[in-house]
C-alpha cells in the first residue's frame, strides 16, 4: 500500500483548520430543526436505511451522516481529524441523534473498528486525499456485510482538469492520476465561506474514472449502477450558476459535461 505521511500529516492538521469555518458555514439548521441535509439524488440513490447499519468513511463533520441517522440508519462515522469529530459530536447532541464517531485514516480503521456493516457509504469531496484506491476498496471490502451494499457520490474526475481560476473551460491539469500528490499551497478562499482564506497547505491526488471503477471490481465488487450527474453542490468554477434545490451547474450555453457521478455496488459473492 502506497501512503505519504507529509501528505497525511498535513492534511490532517488541513481539515483541523476548516473544521470551525465549516461549523459556521455549513447550512445544518435543518438538522437542528428535525430534519435533515441529505440532497435528493442521494436519498433516491441509497433508498430506505431504516433500521440499517451504515459506515460513513471520511465523514468529516458528520452532517451526512447525522442526515442518515435522521433518517433511520444507524450510523458509524470515521475521520481523520479530530477537530472535525469534535464538531461532529456537538451538532449529534444539539440534534438529538445518536451515531458514532471514530477518529482514524482509513488505512488504519482496521485497527479501530471490528464489524461489518449493511451500507458502506462515501460522499462527495473524498477520493482525492486517498494515496491508494486499491487499499480503499480492500478496506471497503472488509467492513461490507455479504448481502450489503457500498454507495459512493463524487465530483467528476474530468470537472478537475479545467482552470479554477478562469471563466472558460481551459484545461489546466492532468486528468490521468500520478503518484506523487499535489500539493496545494495555502492562501486561497474556502470552498463553503469565500471570505475565510485558509492558513494550512494540501495534499490532493486525481483518479481517473476508470482508476476508481476497476479498484472497486478489482476487490470483489460488481456495480450495480454508474450514473453521471450535471449539478455539484457548491460554486466548483468560476462560471457556474445556481441550479435548483442547493446545487450549481454550467451555464446553458456550457452546460454539456458532467460534474458528479454516483456509484453502487456489492460483493460479487452475494
Given amino acids: 500500500m502506497y501512503r ?3 501528505a497525511e500529516k498535513g492534511n490532517r492538521i488541513h481539515w483541523d483548520e476548516l473544521a470551525g469555518v465549516h461549523a459556521e458555514s455549513y447550512d445544518y439548521d435543518k438538522l437542528i430543526n428535525g430534519g435533515h441535509v441529505m440532497d435528493s439524488i442521494q436519498t433516491a440513490e441509497v433508498g430506505d436505511v431504516r433500521n440499517r447499519s451504515l459506515l460513513h468513511l471520511q465523514c468529516h463533520i458528520g452532517t ?4 442518515w441517522a435522521r ?3 444507524r450510523v458509524t ?3 481523520i481529524s479530530p477537530v472535525s469529530l469534535h464538531v461532529a459530536k456537538e451538532i449529534a447532541a444539539r440534534a438529538g441523534l445518536d451515531a458514532r464517531f471514530i477518529e482514524s485514516s482509513i488505512f488504519d480503521l482496521p485497527d479501530k473498528l471490528d464489524e461489518t456493516f449493511d451500507i458502506v457509504y462515501t460522499s462527495i469531496g473524498v477520493l482525492c486525499w486517498l494515496s491508494d484506491l486499491n487499499a480503499w476498496a480492500e478496506i471497503i471490502n472488509r467492513y461490507l ?3 450489503g451494499f ?3 457520490m463524487e465530483s467528476h474526475p474530468f470537472l478537475w482538469v479545467f482552470d479554477d481560476e478562469s471563466d472558460d473551460l481551459k484545461v489546466r491539469y492532468p486528468y490521468f492520476h500520478g503518484k506523487a500528490p499535489i500539493e496545494w499551497p495555502a492562501d486561497y478562499p474556502d470552498y463553503s465561506d469565500s471570505d475565510y482564506i485558509v492558513k494550512s497547505p494540501s495534499w490532493e491526488w486525481q483518479w481517473s474514472m476508470s482508476e476508481i471503477l ?5 476487490k ?4 450495480e449502477f454508474l450514473h453521471e450527474h450535471s449539478v455539484i453542490p457548491w460554486k466548483a468554477l468560476p462560471c457556474m450558476i445556481k441550479s435548483d434545490k442547493g446545487f450549481w451547474k454550467l451555464p446553458e450555453d456550457r452546460n454539456y459535461l458532467p460534474l458528479m457521478f454516483s456509484i453502487r455496488a456489492h460483493l460479487e459473492c452475494n
Fill in 4 to 6: 505519504s505521511d507529509k
Fill in 64 to 67: 451526512d451522516s447525522l442526515s
Fill in 71 to 73: 433518517l433511520g440508519a
Fill in 77 to 79: 462515522g470515521a475521520d
Fill in 145 to 147: 456485510k455479504p448481502d
Fill in 150 to 152: 457500498f454507495y459512493l
Fill in 214 to 218: 476497476n479498484a472497486l471490481i478489482g
Fill in 220 to 223: 470483489g465488487f460488481k456495480i
